[in-house]
């Protein structure tokens, strides 16, 4: 602002000056304002030579020359930028002593007379430049206000971010960093490796700087009332209360379905998008469009199952036709979700169908009864996701026969795009900390978020006296096959674990597998998550928010990438439990038999209240669970053949 008003002032007087020289040169003497002379007078001297000449020989007096007429100049383009931020301008100091008044050369009558002129002009041009600087003042504030987040964007929602007074007293922050580690006075630690991994495909720092969001932070509800009622263990008659709840309030909506007009409408589709995946593969943009609008006319996300799934198979297929499909899932990945939101999820899902609650029971119970003798215990979950499979497992060990062992649970999962690339492994450790405090179970975690193939077993500080036991349930097909690298990332992971010589290894996966052929892995797909909406459309109200949330929130993401997205950006790679019987074998592995109480155990969950389509079956030494007779999941249990050892003897590894 200072530098505009000096250059305004010095326009002004450079104006003023070039109307002071247009005055008679026949008496110099007596009225000319000029400081040059002319050898004639029938020489008209140029009024811009004349300027800059007097301009050019008063440089050595303008530091003390301060006169009225220049104050009341400065004034006048001052007064408008003290209204415009609302304060009241600063009146005249009195009495003040103007020094250098324009004395210098005596005037004449015409010299005051064009004084008094070029003063009139003076004013009428300050108005100009005042007019001026304050419409180019008011743009630089609208300019401005543009750069900063609206009042919305910095509101945070207390409610949703709500901590309860139980969990206040017991939240401990922790520091986590790129390269930088720090241990809390509990035994927390939490990593990030996202160093060794920044020209990754999934989170490098290109993309991060692609979608960086506004550093506005809130405290996550770390536990609460919801929590314990969704993760401990409180019965089997309120589990079977739980369920039968939900299907009966299923079972008063399930009326005003109609059936026929269902079935027509999930024909039609069915044929629409297979047809409209076979038009997008031999990119034939005017067929595909025409398909798409068809599609979306009878689709709709409050609609029947087909008609849910097909409004994302329709966004898909568009993305793939487009070319965007990478940038459309980079977007859905990078919205932030309220883990509050997820948990609500996960309880209707827990209520609606048994397949997370059967495998937490099945992996649980194997561990509770290989460490019934065991004084120190090493978890090491690969994919912990939300760790909502741990709580319960605190709560049991707590009531073990001759007190708790010591529990140490290292939660390794990908790295989040953005500022905090291990919040959630943060999260997750707070919450089993709370858990552990609560139960008066002695408790130590490491979170490590990284590419499970660039770990290495000195991140996993095994401990000879622990016993170790790694876990895994429904990750290991983020992790990148053969197709994408020869050196196949899927086998470092298993030869990790290898490393680790575990007591046991507990493997959870989905049981299905894609073609890398589109058309072929569309149909694929449209069978797979047929039954996926299927099971909710059968056990879930459709205008249930939750649900609304789940198809849009967690499988809409897994829908965009299997569909449109190709190469190394297509991450969601299943294998069925036959291939990985293989892989698991060739990395040097040996299958346990599957405990038979264990089994029992899972069955009962199963008929604890849930529909009866759902299935356990056991196939060799895998526990296969399914819907109408579609397999859905696998589950088994391994360890390291003998000639490589096992138990935790790890002397050589």
């Given at each position: 602002m200072a530098l505009l008003t000096k250059n305004s002032l010095d326009y002004a007087q450079l104006r003023n000056n070039s109307n002071l020289l247009n005055v008679s040169n026949n008496n110099p003497k007596e009225g000319t304002c000029n400081l040059n002379t002319h050898e004639s007078s029938d020489i008209i001297?140029?009024?811009?030579?004349?300027?800059?000449?007097?301009?050019?020989?008063?440089?050595?007096?303008d530091d003390n020359i301060i006169g009225y007429q220049e104050e009341a100049d400065l004034r006048e383009i001052e007064r408008p930028f003290y209204d415009v931020l609302g304060e009241k301008y600063p009146p005249s100091p009195k009495n003040q002593l103007h020094l250098g008044q324009p004395n210098v050369y005596p005037k004449s009558t015409t010299c005051l007379l064009e004084d008094q002129a070029t003063k009139n002009i003076s004013a009428q041009n300050s108005?100009?430049?005042?007019?001026?600087?304050?419409?180019?003042?008011?743009?630089?504030?609208?300019?401005?206000?543009?750069?900063?987040?609206?009042?919305?964007?910095?509101?945070?929602?207390?409610?949703?971010?709500?901590?309860?007074?139980?969990?206040?007293?017991?939240?401990h922050r922790m520091v986590v960093g790129f390269g930088l580690e720090k241990e809390k006075d509990f035994g927390f630690k939490f990593r990030s490796m996202g160093n060794e991994n920044l020209n990754n495909d999934d989170f490098d720092i290109s993309e991060s700087e692609n979608y960086k969001k506004p550093m506005i932070c809130y405290e996550e509800t770390i536990r609460d009332d919801m929590y314990d009622q969704v993760l401990l263990n409180h019965g089997e008659s309120y589990e079977k209360e739980e369920v039968n709840g939900l299907r009966e309030i299923m079972q008063c909506k399930a009326s005003s379905y109609g059936s026929k007009?269902?079935?027509?409408?999930?024909?039609?589709l069915n044929t629409l998008l297979i047809r409209c995946s076979e038009a997008v593969?031999?990119?034939?943009?005017?067929?595909?469009?025409?398909?798409?609008?068809?599609?979306?006319?009878?689709?709709?996300?409050?609609?029947?199952?087909?008609?849910?799934?097909?409004?994302?198979?329709?966004?898909g297929l568009e993305a793939r036709l487009a070319g965007s499909g990478s940038e459309l899932y980079r977007q859905?990945?990078?919205?932030?979700?309220?883990?509050?939101?997820?948990?609500?999820?996960?309880?209707?899902c827990i209520r609606a169908d048994p397949f997370h609650r059967v495998s937490n029971c099945f992996a649980n119970n194997i561990i509770l009864r290989e460490i019934k003798n065991s004084s120190k215990v090493h978890i090491v979950d690969l994919?912990?996701?939300?760790?909502?499979?741990?709580?319960?497992?605190?709560?049991?060990?707590?009531?073990?026969?001759?007190?708790?062992?010591?529990?140490?649970?290292?939660?390794?999962?990908?790295?989040?795009?953005?500022?905090?690339?291990?919040?959630?492994?943060?999260?997750?450790?707070?919450?089993?900390?709370?858990?552990?405090?609560?139960?008066?179970?002695?408790?130590?975690?490491?979170?490590?978020?990284?590419?499970?193939?660039?770990?290495?077993?000195?991140?996993?500080?095994?401990?000879?006296?622990?016993?170790?036991?790694?876990?895994?349930?429904?990750?290991?097909?983020?992790?990148?096959?053969?197709?994408?690298n020869m050196d196949s990332p899927r086998n470092k992971v298993l030869k990790l674990v290898r490393q680790m010589k575990p007591l046991l290894f507990i493997q959870g996966i989905y049981s299905i597998t894609f073609?890398?052929?589109?058309?072929?892995?569309?149909?694929?797909?449209?069978?797979?998550?047929?039954?996926?909406?299927?099971?909710?459309?059968?056990?879930?109200?459709?205008?249930?928010?939750?649900?609304?949330?789940?198809?849009?929130?967690?499988?809409?993401?897994?829908?965009?990438?299997?569909?449109?997205?190709?190469?190394?950006?297509?991450?969601?790679?299943?294998?069925?439990y036959k291939n990985w019987q293989l892989r698991n074998v060739r990395a040097g592995f040996e299958q346990l038999a599957l405990d038979p109480e264990v089994v029992k155990e899972c069955r009962k969950k199963l008929r604890n209240g849930y529909d009866k389509r759902f299935f356990i079956e056991e196939d060799g030494n895998w526990m296969l669970q399914g819907w109408k007779g579609k397999i859905r999941y696998a589950l088994s249990t391994w360890k390291p053949k003998s000639d490589l050892g096992n138990g935790c003897a790890r002397k050589n590894c």
């Open positions: 001297p140029d009024p811009i030579l004349d300027c800059i000449s007097r301009y050019l020989l008063e440089e050595d007096i108005r100009i430049d005042e007019q001026l600087l304050t419409s180019e003042f008011q743009k630089g504030v609208e300019e401005g206000l543009k750069f900063l987040p609206s009042i919305q964007e910095l509101t945070v929602d207390f409610q949703a971010s709500r901590v309860s007074s139980r969990s206040e007293q017991r939240i007009e269902i079935q027509e409408k999930h024909i039609d593969s031999i990119n034939d943009q005017q067929l595909s469009e025409e398909l798409l609008m068809k599609i979306r006319k009878i689709s709709s996300t409050t609609g029947n199952s087909t008609q849910r799934l097909a409004c994302i198979l329709a966004d859905l990945t990078a919205k932030r979700v309220n883990n509050y939101d997820i948990l609500r999820s996960y309880h209707l994919g912990i996701s939300f760790g909502f499979q741990w709580p319960s497992l605190i709560q049991s060990l707590a009531t073990r026969q001759g007190g708790p062992p010591k529990l140490r649970i290292t939660g390794i999962d990908f790295p989040q795009r953005g500022f905090r690339p291990t919040n959630q492994v943060e999260g997750i450790g707070k919450r089993l900390e709370d858990y552990a405090r609560s139960f008066n179970v002695p408790f130590e975690y490491q979170g490590i978020a990284s590419e499970w193939e660039s770990i290495i077993i000195e991140d996993l500080n095994l401990r000879e006296d622990e016993v170790c036991i790694v876990n895994s349930m429904l990750r290991f097909s983020r992790i990148r096959d053969e197709a994408c073609s890398p052929f589109f058309t072929l892995r569309f149909r694929q797909i449209l069978s797979q998550f047929s039954m996926e909406f299927d099971i909710r459309d059968s056990l879930i109200p459709r205008d249930d928010e939750l649900r609304l949330f789940t198809e849009r929130e967690v499988i809409g993401p897994v829908l965009i990438n299997l569909i449109s997205c190709g190469g190394s950006d297509w991450l969601e790679r299943p294998e069925t």
